[in-house]
């Protein structure tokens, strides 16, 4: 049940990076869950992992190899690995040195992903098994493939793909993600996985995908729940003729704008797929004294259960987002001064119902299938956005139903 | 669809203070919806309200008048007055006044009270037509049927009635709770109303109340929204034959257990009929190195959609448990020292699943209508307790149909 314009991309092949898939059979066996990424010698690579303290062992392993040239990404779904102690540790690198033993690369050089339950053991026989054939369908054109190959409780593949232009060459960046539920990521993402053929130093990559990430991945919430095993991979193969791009100049400023559009559109999808969503809903802080207040303010919005079942009911009850905005902890918020919109309906103004309100026009809005929520605190400069999706019944029954 | 006990105590009166009820018609015409409460001359009276920014009229101006020895309060369902600007204000000041005219008591000496729907104007005319009928019926007997006009989407009446003995003479403490959605009070409640024969200045009455409230209502939510309307009363009659109870004795200590008691047993009434609820969990954190970060342990499982839908299922996907306690901000959370349990069953030891776990202990103990849910964060002494209900199928029917 995804949430408007879901149209899976044309994906460019990126010069430099291969993908191939197969099936594991970890939790289902008519689909691919198992992908396997080479990128060329002389990529660089950057990540990003969930804050979650209990972080799943791939995480920790991944964590552990990203200084040491990566060669592969090899990324399972179906089982997170994760509550799985010391044996999910030797599960995940058993996973790298299966990778090490069929290819030139060393173990160290493999980072592991891992999706799906937390809290069973990962069957690695079956990984072991399965990734000759991953292996052997390793190709630069097999992006959408792959994105497939992540989905758990997904209903659609996630992909975006452009050609950008720098100095009259080209840069290619294709990326895909999976999440639909337990989605707030923190200081990271679900699983996002962006390829470029850009030639960039591994440090300037690291700080183009952590800025692109913290305005993207990290403002969007399904249930507030932060996942043990979110991961943000960008690669860059140096394939593309442009010249290498260089920290502080032009040409940094414009490839890193070009990376946070693709995380946007990538995290923006995850919510279009968020678990039972109906709706997609863009929560928009203005006036705020400092970015941390702006995003408090959206996110207490964005979990309010009471405001997202409204969403799903299309009810212009919008004293829940009053009261939400109330309880969000922001110290001395002079209700006074806050305004509230419904897209470019006035709903709160002065403390109270906005005088120029009316019930029809609320409604209207909220039958949208996309709506725009404004809070306009009146106390400083700063503008975020946090998008999040509706609460409905197909909600609980996912995740009522998620282990049977 | 309350969860488990909910039968309705035996309601002991208070001498000096009496209850009226009538039906104003404010939402509905079928039950009482409007309750007047008289403290005799001399009563002391303590309160604490919502933290919400957003608090709702009648909560300003309750603020302001609890410090006028008080002698009415005045409580309305169907309508919260809140959101409403500065009618709203007006319209809570009236209904002091209409009380104030029927009484000899000034309007300063009256304390409003609403809950309800959020951002509808209060029908005042309503309320002062039906006043002189809950003065008529004025008598000592008659919390059961205050307890009921109270209500809003509550199932049902929610009472606590206890005899104290204290050096062989006897207090009588009598309350009642509304409340099942929109709830995480914080220093506050849904509205609470105790009352007590008790002997005792307004001073330690309060302090009393302070105490009571943080460990009780403080320590429940049903979805983590705070309402504009929150608020506990304590009023305190001095006509028991206890002699007055001073600060600092052991007649204070047993005086405030007993408070404490009423609001904890109010507290779990409340969740017992949170929203859709179908279970009652109980979730203990302990070892914690200070309050704040017991509370923050607990309240991220209680609030997580992810562990209230697979309580809802039956399902032990501990895995979400875990995932709540690695999410919640707690800094340098060492995962090795931390253990979790259902009930007795042990889930999670040093960062994984317990070696002693199976799938039919954590089963059974999901299957009950109460489950303890108990964290072991290895860190220090402090243990503290958060009651949440699960989430399901008619939270969202509740929230989602709640105006039509």
Redesign the interface.
């Known amino acids: 049940m995804a949430v408007g314009n879901i149209e899976f991309p044309k994906m460019q092949a990126v010069a430099g990076i291969k993908l191939g898939t197969a099936c594991a059979g970890i939790k289902q066996t008519e689909r691919d869950d198992l992908l396997l990424v080479e990128m060329t010698a002389g990529s660089t690579c950057a990540a990003v992992f969930t804050?979650?303290?209990?972080?799943a062992a791939p995480v920790h392993v991944a964590k552990k190899h990203l200084s040491t040239s990566p060669r592969y990404l090899l990324i399972n779904s179906g089982n997170?690995n994760?509550?799985?102690?010391?044996?999910?540790m030797q599960d995940a690198m058993a996973s790298c040195t299966a990778v090490a033993e069929l290819t030139s690369a060393n173990t160290e050089q493999v980072l592991p992903f891992s999706t799906g339950?937390?809290?069973e053991p990962l069957d690695v026989s079956k990984i072991v098994k399965a990734l000759p054939a991953t292996q052997a369908n390793l190709i630069e054109d097999n992006w959408a493939e792959a994105a497939h190959a992540i989905m758990t409780t997904d209903t659609f593949a996630k992909g975006y793909s452009k050609v950008i232009t720098i100095n009259g060459e080209t840069i290619t960046i294709t990326g895909m993600s999976k999440g639909a539920?337990?989605i707030?990521p923190?200081m990271a993402t679900m699983l996002g996985f962006i390829g470029t053929d850009a030639k960039i130093s591994q440090a300037l990559l690291q700080s183009c995908l952590a800025e692109s990430v913290e305005q993207s991945f990290n403002r969007i919430t399904v249930?507030?729940?932060?996942?043990?095993n979110d991961a943000c991979v960008l690669m860059a193969s140096g394939q593309s003729t442009v010249a290498e791009i260089i920290a502080g100049t032009k040409e940094a400023e414009i490839f890193q704008l070009a990376i946070q559009e693709a995380c946007l559109a990538l995290a923006e999808a995850i919510i279009r797929d968020g678990e039972g969503a109906t709706k997609l809903i863009k929560i928009k802080v203005q006036q705020a004294v400092n970015e941390a207040e702006a995003v408090q303010v959206a996110k207490t919005i964005a979990?309010?259960?009471?405001v997202k079942?409204?969403f799903?009911?299309s009810?212009p009850?919008?004293?829940?987002i009053?009261?939400?905005?109330?309880?969000?902890g922001?110290a001395q918020?002079d209700?006074e001064q806050i305004s509230i919109y419904l897209d470019e309906v006035c709903i709160?103004e002065?403390?109270?119902?906005a005088s120029s309100y009316t019930e029809e026009a609320g409604q209207a809005v909220m039958n949208q299938q996309e709506i725009n929520v404004t809070v306009v605190l009146g106390r400083g400069q700063v503008e975020q956005q946090v998008l999040t999706c509706d609460?409905?019944?197909d909600?609980?029954?996912i995740?009522?139903?998620?282990?049977?």
Chains 1, 2 share one sequence.
Not at 399 to 404: G, L
């Open positions: 804050q979650n303290a209990f972080c997170a994760a509550g799985t102690g010391e044996q999910g339950v937390i809290g539920g337990m707030q923190n249930d507030g729940d932060t996942s043990t979990h309010s259960p009471l079942t409204a799903f009911a009810d009850n919008w004293g829940r009053l009261a939400a905005v109330g309880r969000s922001v918020l209700v709160v002065k403390g109270g119902r609460f409905s019944y909600y609980v029954r995740n009522a139903e998620y282990r049977t």
